[in-house]
């Protein structure tokens, strides 16, 4: 939080008004992300495959664009516990994409493995 603060030219005490923890800042983070690509796939105006392909574009454009911030979500996320609420945000996230995509039963279909 504190090397945060100094890039973000604020006080780490701000942070923590504003955010009360360090996986609230980062949750907020990925929900900003996560709109940011969403905003990006909704502007392509397709459905099925065009839309699948706008979504990974838009995330690899993210990749590229932000390399540090990408690979510290990926270490986080491959030592998440399933109940993490990162995870459950990007769970949720996936089974709205997917319902779009594939029909409103895919909840049902996707429960089966997780």
Same mark, same amino acid.
């Given at each position: 939080m504190r090397e945060l603060a100094v890039i973000a030219d604020v006080s780490t005490s701000t942070l923590y008004n504003l955010y009360q923890s360090k996986d609230t800042l980062i949750l907020a983070a990925l929900e900003d992300q996560l709109a940011d690509?969403?905003?990006?796939?909704?502007?392509?105006?397709?459905?099925?495959?065009?839309?699948?392909?706008?979504?990974?574009?838009?995330?690899? @454009?993210?990749?590229?664009?932000?390399?540090?911030?990408?690979?510290?979500?990926?270490?986080?996320?491959?030592?998440? @516990?399933?109940? @993490?609420?990162?995870?459950?945000?990007?769970?949720?996230?996936?089974?709205?994409?997917?319902?779009?995509v594939n029909g409103p039963d895919v909840d049902e279909r996707l429960c089966r493995f997780a």
């Amino acid at each position: 939080m504190r090397e945060l603060a100094v890039i973000a030219d604020v006080s780490t005490s701000t942070l923590y008004n504003l955010y009360q923890s360090k996986d609230t800042l980062i949750l907020a983070a990925l929900e900003d992300q996560l709109a940011d690509i969403n905003a990006v796939v909704a502007e392509t105006n397709t459905s099925g495959l065009g839309r699948f392909l706008a979504r990974v574009e838009a995330v690899a @454009d993210q990749i590229v664009e932000t390399p540090k911030y990408a690979e510290a979500m990926g270490k986080m996320l491959f030592g998440a @516990d399933a109940h @993490d609420p990162i995870v459950q945000l990007l769970i949720g996230t996936s089974l709205s994409f997917n319902r779009v995509v594939n029909g409103p039963d895919v909840d049902e279909r996707l429960c089966r493995f997780a």
